[in-house]
Every structure is written in structure tokens, then in C-alpha cells.
């Protein structure tokens, strides 16, 4: 996962509310993306510099590639976006912060002017966001905080030099680097107003479906072999996770007393742990990449990966009953975001 889509929604809307309790929220988000924008090159000037590192260059011509069959290929937004470079001097480009009831998978959500109602708070410092963290514990809310390499404005930036690529992801694996860009412009496609599990689910869907077919076109030799396996440890990864949610949240909703509650979810979390070790040791050859995730895992991390994930099938169904027609996908995405959430839950839902 790796989106976060409403920080320039934050950006537009800060100037308007001096006098709110939020103001300090405001001023910090549009502060952040000016300087992140401020920071951008195009990536001719960077290729051209004789001082770029070369494995930088070669980064950037393989992004740009990418974002072309994005355009040619994938119709998605043929605009500014990922067409400038920015190095921020840090690992993430924002830090989410989100937070669940101690025993509910249900994500506390901030409102916000134009995007809606968000299951994070992100932040462009992260003492900012470990503050918030601590004042949400401190509140009886079970918090993560978590680092996010690359975000979507939906497009309202394109005026400003559009997204660009940044250092925290730029390094990446070919398919990565191809799926995180299919997955931010797929932000700026179709976006439903406070509708997470859509927005992600949606995105997800369409950074899987253009990852596939750009490898199957245009990967190097060994990068099939390397995004097959990755796919099928994040298989293995959501399929865990699954079964800890669905036991967890038919915990959360039974008769049981809170104490029990506690004892049953204590239980579970730990049982999810040893069977991520035993997956690893047994299916994963000792791959280690998932360890920083279990440590920390929770309802917040658990909420999360289920935005991410819960309603993917669905909108590969509708692709594919749509004959892998881009353009026909799209429309009928954006036709669903603009309906009231139950219907468009409905709708996604019954999708054959």
C-alpha cells in the first residue's frame, strides 16, 4: 500500500480556514506539498546532470517509459504527473496515522472540504504524526503510524507540475515502480468522496492489471520470474491477514464480555504471528520483508489492509465483464463514485 489522495485538498482549503482548530493541520499539509513540489526537476534536466548517479538515470528513463504505456496502454491521465523528480531528504513522503476502538476493525475517520471522510490523518513531519499518535492513545484509541512513499492530489495539481516522482520509491524493482505509478494516477481517474475501501480497492486493482501486462510486454529478463514470486508472497500475506480480520471482527460483534474480548484478541494476534513465522520458514525461503508489519500488526494495520484489498475482485470482475476496455472500466468507476455509498457498494457488489 501506498497511497494517501487528499493532500491537496488540504492544500486548497487551507487558506480559508484561519480561524478553525484545525488550522495548524492545514498549514503544515500545504506547506509540505509546496515544498515537495518545490523540490521537483523535469527529468530531462536530472538525466542531463552530470552529477545524477547513474543508477538514478536509469530509474528515471525506466519511469518514463512506464508513464508513456501508461498513457498509450493503459489510458490513464496523459498529463504532468511523474514527469519531474524530487529527492526529499527523507524515507517517506508522509506518515499516516490511523486509529481504531480497542476492540473494533472499525478506522476512526477526519472530514475534510472536498475530499470527504478519511480513514488517516497523514503528516509531512513525523514527530507531527507520533504526537497525534500519542495524544490518540492517550484518548483509549489503538493507533499505527505508518511511513507513505508516494501520494495522489487526483489530478488538481497538473497547474503546479503535476505529482512527481520521488526518492522514496524511485529505487524500487521495475514492476514495483510500474504499479506504484498505474496506482497513483488511477487516484486521479475516479475518486468517490470518503469512500476509502472504492478509492484503493479501485487503484489496487489497476496497478495489479497494468503491472501484469507491462511485464508481459516490456520487462527485462528475470523480472517476471521476481514479480511472480512477490505476487504470490502478497497472496499468501493478504490470505493471512484475511482469516486474523474475519476472526477478529466476528470476535468484536459476539456476546462475549470485554475481558474475554481481550483474552480472544490477545490470542489471535499471537497466533497470527507464529503462523507468519511458520509461513516464512516454510513457503518463503526466510524472506523477511513482512517483519516490520507484524510486529507492529493490530486493528489499525489489519483496518487498513482490508481498504487496500477488500474490494479488488470485485473490480477485476467488472473489468474483465467489460472486455478489458480501459476506457468503457473507467466510466463505468466513475459512474459508481458518483452514487451514494450503499448503492455503489450495491452495485460493486453485483457485479457478475
Known amino acids: 500500500m501506498w497511497s494517501g489522495a487528499a493532500a491537496l485538498a488540504l492544500v486548497l482549503v487551507a487558506a480559508g480556514l484561519g480561524g478553525c482548530s484545525t488550522a495548524g493541520y492545514y498549514a503544515q499539509a500545504a506547506h509540505g506539498h509546496l515544498d515537495l513540489l518545490a523540490r521537483a526537476r523535469p527529468v530531462p534536466e536530472v538525466l542531463d546532470d552530470p552529477a545524477t548517479p547513474p543508477a538514478l538515470r536509469q530509474q528515471l528513463a525506466l519511469s518514463q517509459q512506464i508513464r508513456d504505456y501508461a498513457v498509450t496502454e493503459l ?22 496515522v490511523v486509529a481504531t476502538p480497542e476492540l473494533s476493525l472499525q478506522l476512526k475517520t477526519w472530514c475534510f472540504p472536498v475530499v470527504g471522510c478519511i480513514g488517516y490523518r497523514g503528516y509531512y513531519d513525523r514527530a507531527a504524526a507520533d504526537a497525534l499518535a500519542a495524544q490518540l492513545k492517550a484518548e483509549g484509541w489503538e493507533v499505527a503510524v505508518y511511513g507513505v512513499p508516494a501520494y495522489s492530489t487526483l489530478g488538481w495539481s497538473d497547474w503546479l507540475g503535476g505529482d512527481p516522482l520521488l526518492n522514496t520509491f524511485i529505487g524500487w524493482s521495475e514492476a514495483e515502480l510500474a504499479r506504484m505509478v498505474f496506482h497513483e494516477l488511477a487516484h486521479q481517474v475516479a475518486y468517490a468522496n470518503g469512500d476509502t475501501a472504492f478509492n484503493e480497492s479501485f487503484a489496487t486493482a489497476v496497478e495489479r492489471i497494468g503491472g501484469d501486462r507491462w511485464l508481459a510486454q516490456h520487462g527485462a529478463p528475470g523480472s517476471r520470474e521476481a514479480y511472480d514470486q512477490m505476487t504470490q508472497r502478497r497472496a499468501d500475506f493478504r490470505a493471512l491477514t484475511l482469516a486474523a480480520r474475519t476472526d477478529l471482527a466476528a470476535l468484536y460483534a459476539s456476546s462475549a464480555s470485554d475481558e474475554d474480548k481481550r483474552r480472544g484478541k490477545a490470542e489471535r494476534l499471537a497466533r497470527l504471528r507464529a503462523d507468519y513465522e511458520t509461513m516464512k520458514r516454510e513457503r518463503w525461503g526466510g524472506y523477511a520483508g513482512y517483519d516490520a508489519w507484524f510486529a507492529r500488526a493490530g486493528n489499525p494495520s489489519l483496518a487498513v489492509q482490508g481498504a487496500y484489498n477488500d474490494l479488488v475482485p470485485q473490480f477485476v470482475r467488472l473489468f474483465e465483464r467489460l472486455g478489458g476496455d480501459f476506457p468503457r472500466f473507467y466510466a463505468e468507476v466513475r459512474r ?17
Do not use: K
Not at 81 to 86: I, K
Open 75 to 96: 489510458h490513464l491521465p496523459d498529463n504532468r504527473s511523474y514527469r519531474r523528480y524530487a529527492d526529499l531528504g527523507r524515507s517517506a513522503a508522509v506518515w499516516n
Open 336 to 352: 459508481l463514485a458518483a452514487l451514494p455509498m450503499a448503492e455503489r457498494r450495491a452495485a460493486l457488489q453485483s457485479s457478475p
